[in-house]
């Protein structure tokens, strides 16, 4: 069973809120669990502590940080938006203020 702000590693393949493309081996920390454990919130962060990605994962998707992980790096895939940060402020249905650029 997961826990919030538990660190968790993909198992499977996972596409981001906003369509990015997650792989087995990424690694993010849990932000919600949604009724009856049946998935959770999960947010990425880019190295320098920047939000990359959320995602919903299904228990099945995922494995708790052990001891004998380590860290690894990617880049991810190149898309329109994928290296900028998230502005919690102007997700989908809040359109950015005024002078915001997406």
């Not at 919030?4 to 087995?24: M, S």
């Not at 919690?88 to 809040?94: A, D, K, V």
Request: no cysteine.
């Amino acid at each position: 069973m997961f826990e919030e702000y538990e660190q968790i590693v993909l198992t499977a393949d996972v596409f981001g809120d906003e369509g990015e493309e997650l792989k087995p081996g990424d690694v993010g920390s849990i932000l919600y669990i949604h009724p009856h454990d049946e998935a959770f919130v999960v947010e990425f962060i880019s190295l320098d502590g920047k939000t990359a990605v959320t995602a919903t994962v299904r228990p099945s998707q995922a494995r708790a940080v052990t001891s004998a992980d380590l860290t690894h790096t990617r880049t991810m895939p190149e898309r329109q938006g994928a290296y900028q940060t998230i502005d919690h402020q102007s997700r989908p249905g809040n359109p950015p203020e005024s002078g915001q650029h997406d």
